[in-house]
C-alpha cells in the first residue's frame, strides 16, 4: 500500500512539473505573440521587391533596408519557421511594416506582382530594345557583359552582341518591374535555351566550339524567317545545306529584308532594285552564309537546324497558304513559280522576285 502512495506521489509531481511549464510557456510566450502580432499592426504599408535568386536571408536584410522590418536575423529565422526560405518567389509586394513574427506572416499569404515580357520568335536587334523597354546601347551593354549568360554557354558565345541574341528561347519570362527587367529576362532566356537546347546540341549533336554554334544559329534564324510551319523547317534547312555544298548562293529573301533593316529601311516586299543592296547579308550577292543570325529562332528552327533533312530539293515557293512546293531542279521550281501564281501572286520564293 505504501509502495502504492509513493508511485502515486511520484506521477502527481510529474504531472504538477509538466502543467507549470506549460502554464509557464503560455504565461511567457502567448502574450510575446500577441504583442508581436499588435506591435505594428497598422505600421505603414511599404513596397518592396525580390529580385530573382535572392536567398531568404538576403531577402530579410534588403526588407530591413526598406524599412520594413529592424531585425533582419530574427526574420530570416521566422522565415525558415514558416518554411518561407524554401518558397521565395521573385516580385514587387505590398507589406505593411511590423516585427519580424508579423512580416514573415504576411509573407505566408502575399503575391507577388510580376510584369510579363514575351520574346518572340522571328524578334530582331531592331525591335528587341521596344519590347524590354531600353534602348539599343542599353541592350549592347547587357549582352556585351558574358556574365549574364549561363557559364557553360559562355564558350559557344559569338564576339558580336547582336548574334547574341540567337541565344535567348523564345517565350514569355516573369520579371520584377524595374530597371533590371531586361537583364532579367536575358538572364533568364538564355538559361532557358542552354537548358532545352544548347546542352544537347553540344552533348550531342556534334557543335565543338563557337564557330559551329554560330553557323548553326544563323541556319536556324534562316529557317525560321523563311516558314511558320513546323514539318517544313528541317526540309528547309535540308535545302539551305545542299545549296551551300553546292556553292549555290542561298537567294534568301529574308536576308535582304534584315540588311535593309540594318541602315533603317523597313521592306515589306523585295523588289530586284533592293537586290542591289551592298551587305554581307544579302545572299543574292553573297555566296554562302550570312556573317551571323538575322532573328531569335525558335526552338524548332533550332532542331531543324542541328538535324536538317536530308533531302534532293534545292529550291521552294511559297503557296497562298504558306506553305511551301519544293523541286530538284530551277525547271521544276519554275513551274511551281507558275503553278502558284494561278492561284495568286507569289507570296515569297528563293529565286525569283517581284519586279517593280
Known amino acids: 500500500m505504501k509502495k502504492n502512495k509513493n508511485l502515486w506521489n511520484a506521477l502527481s509531481a510529474i504531472l504538477i512539473f509538466l502543467a507549470a511549464g506549460f502554464f509557464f510557456f503560455v504565461v511567457s510566450r502567448v502574450p510575446q505573440l500577441v504583442l508581436e502580432s499588435l506591435e505594428y499592426g497598422s505600421g505603414p504599408e511599404i513596397q518592396v521587391q525580390i529580385p530573382p535568386g535572392r536567398n531568404a536571408f538576403q531577402v530579410a536584410k534588403d526588407f530591413a533596408d526598406t524599412g520594413i522590418v529592424d531585425n533582419p536575423q530574427a526574420l530570416a529565422r521566422w522565415f525558415s519557421y514558416f518554411e518561407i526560405d524554401r518558397k521565395i518567389r521573385p516580385g514587387t509586394y505590398k507589406l505593411k511594416k511590423g516585427s519580424p513574427w508579423e512580416v514573415a506572416k504576411q509573407m505566408l499569404e502575399a503575391e507577388p506582382k510580376t510584369a510579363s515580357i514575351t520574346i518572340v520568335p522571328g524578334e530582331t536587334w531592331q525591335n528587341l530594345p521596344e519590347v524590354l523597354s531600353i534602348t539599343h546601347e542599353e541592350l549592347k551593354l547587357l549582352l556585351e557583359d558574358i556574365n549574364i549568360f549561363p557559364e557553360r554557354l559562355r564558350p559557344f558565345l559569338p564576339d558580336k552582341e547582336e548574334d547574341r541574341l540567337a541565344f535567348l528561347l523564345p517565350e514569355t519570362y516573369q520579371v520584377v518591374p524595374g530597371q533590371s527587367s531586361a537583364a532579367q529576362v536575358i538572364r533568364s532566356a538564355s538559361k532557358a535555351w542552354w537548358n532545352k537546347i544548347g546542352f544537347e546540341a553540344v552533348e550531342y549533336d556534334g557543335v565543338k566550339n563557337a564557330s559551329d554554334m554560330l553557323e548553326v544559329a544563323t541556319v536556324a534564324s534562316l529557317v525560321e524567317k523563311e516558314t511558320a510551319i513546323e514539318e517544313e523547317r528541317p526540309v528547309i534547312a535540308g535545302v539551305i545545306m545542299n545549296r551551300l555544298k553546292l556553292g549555290m548562293p542561298l537567294q534568301i529573301d529574308a536576308t535582304v529584308v534584315y540588311a535593309w533593316?540594318?541602315?533603317?529601311?523597313?521592306?515589306?516586299?523585295?523588289?530586284?532594285?533592293?537586290?542591289?543592296?551592298?551587305?554581307?547579308?544579302?545572299?543574292?550577292?553573297?555566296?554562302?552564309?550570312?556573317?551571323?543570325?538575322?532573328?531569335?529562332?525558335?526552338?524548332?528552327?533550332?532542331?531543324?537546324?542541328?538535324?536538317?533533312?536530308?533531302?534532293?530539293?534545292?529550291?521552294?515557293?511559297?503557296d497562298k497558304g504558306g506553305r511551301h512546293l519544293f523541286s530538284r531542279t530551277y525547271q521544276e521550281h519554275l513551274k511551281a513559280i507558275r503553278k502558284v501564281r494561278n492561284q495568286t501572286d507569289s507570296k515569297s520564293s528563293n529565286q525569283p522576285v517581284d519586279s517593280e
Open 261 to 318: 533593316s540594318l541602315r533603317g529601311e523597313k521592306i515589306t516586299r523585295v523588289l530586284h532594285s533592293h537586290l542591289e543592296i551592298d551587305s554581307p547579308y544579302n545572299t543574292y550577292k553573297v555566296s554562302g552564309l550570312p556573317p551571323g543570325p538575322i532573328c531569335i529562332p525558335s526552338k524548332e528552327s533550332w532542331l531543324a537546324a542541328l538535324n536538317p533533312n536530308e533531302t534532293p530539293y534545292l529550291f521552294y515557293v511559297a
